[in-house]
């Protein structure tokens, strides 16, 4: 198999081991073994792609041409080749997790759980490896609608209007806003495709470009940028691993890494800076940034609260992409993955502590340290690792993003990363406090031994493995960034 075939069968893996959990749904073992081998093997694809990519070699191939000079196609470049095993990576620790997860909670309806996150994935790397606007748009659009009955997993009421709250917001931004916008670039330039230095020239005005640009950052609702936040915590209600889909391994991510991409090859960093229109749209993301840390900070549903902490560090990608500097883009593209593996430890940590105690408050969790010390030590190191304190990983990206708010003078900005960083704090760092340091009501002053009662041993070793995770990224960030190096960032 050719290097560049090997691009669309990373897509064609997942869908084959969806209909293998599709044939195998009423023996449970089999099917939970076919999801795991599938992940297994879509990781091992993806990574083979990595040294290719990293040699400077764009590994890809043309699908389909529906009109003349527009196609479906697939490139890889190293933005995407992070995107791509990041998220096959996690969809290996996810389904390990959901195992453990999903018996322990007595979930119904497992099989369409792992068909539909296994379709997810092969979406999510399909945006990843998009060679062209068009094709990212399609393949942006599965994911929604294939992680929909996900969001409705339960069937609830409180499920079914979570789930149109997420169609809602997230295909009436994309349709109204991204399409337009595709469109438009479509007829200024006649292609979509993804060029270093971006596609449109000097003849275009500035006030255009900062209309389309606006459209397109506005038409990413999985970026959730206020005002078009409100679906992430509705979807609250779905399964921890749906969270974790949601925050961690594809959804957010593909928003985000949308962001990146269209300023990176479609707009190119000089064209975006002399539009003026980023300058404003980091503020949005700035005042996103410091308004969901403050709602984060009254929420005592666990769950919640790390909903509304997932949209102000989501906003940390799209401020260093509105920076439009080297060093801003460098970290924005390291906190996708610095805040896939913090988020997902807490995530995971929030699902761990509902099986085992079946506490979903904060301020149920007095104590919980006495009984659940590795969740509770996982969930310290993660809420380090998205506070962005040494020695975990999202030290490395906020780092970056900070100097890019110096690169480009923007010493509000950087006002703005310092205050939220003590709002991160503010609502993560109570948490284990109040597990290990606080007694249970009625423990005040007992000397009687506690019984360790941890979640199932698949769910305890997946949230230990994203704890690790957010250490070894911090001792060994060079790859990364070594990789993300090697963008094409002609300005």
Known sequence: MSTDQLVLFTIILPLLGALGVALTGHRPNLREGVTITTALLTFVAVFQLYPEVAGGA?????????????????????????????????????????????????????????????????????????????TLFLFYEILTLCTFPLVTHAGTDKAKRAGRVYLGILLGTSVLFQLLAI?????????????????????????????LFALYVFGVGKAALMPFHRWLPAAMV?????????????????????????????????????????????????????LASLIAMTKDNLKARLAYSTVSQLSYIVLGAMLATPLAIAGSAMHIVMHAFGKITLFFCAGAIMVASHKTEISQMRGLGRTM????????????????LPPLGGMWS??????????????????????????????????PVRAFYTPKDGDAGSAEPVEIKEAPWTSVGALVLTAIGCLLLFLFPDPLYNLLSTIDLRR
Request: hydrophobic residues 55%.
């Open 58 to 134: 764009r590994p890809g191939m043309v699908l389909a041409e529906p009109l003349p000079g527009l196609t479906i196609a697939l490139e890889v470049e190293p933005l995407g080749m992070v995107f791509g095993l990041l998220a096959s990576f996690l969809w290996i620790v996810t389904s390990v997790y959901a195992i453990g997860y999903m018996r322990g909670h007595h979930e119904e309806n497992q099989t369409r759980f792992f068909l539909f996150f296994a379709i997810s994935i092969a979406s999510a790397i399909g945006v990843a490896f998009a060679a062209n606007m068009f």
């Open 183 to 211: 469109i438009w670039t479509w007829q200024i330039t006649g292609t979509l495709d993804f060029k270093p230095g971006g596609v449109f020239d000097s003849s275009i005005s500035a006030t255009v470009l900062g209309i």
């Open 238 to 290: 779905a399964p921890t691993p749906v969270s974790a889909l949601l925050h961690a391994v594809a959804v957010v991510k593909a928003g985000v890494f949308t962001v990146l991409k269209v300023t990176i090859y479609l707009f190119g960093l000089e064209t975006l800076a002399n539009s003026g229109v980023n300058e404003i749209l980091a503020y949005v993301a700035g005042a996103t940034i410091l």
């Open 373 to 388: 010390p590795i969740t509770m030590a996982a969930f310290m190191i993660g809420a380090l690792s998205i506070i962005g």
């Open 398 to 431: 906020k780092w970056y993003i900070a100097l890019g708010t110096l690169e480009s003078g923007q010493i509000a900005l950087l006002a703005v990363l310092m205050i939220s960083s003590l709002l991160n704090i503010a609502y993560l760092l109570p948490i």
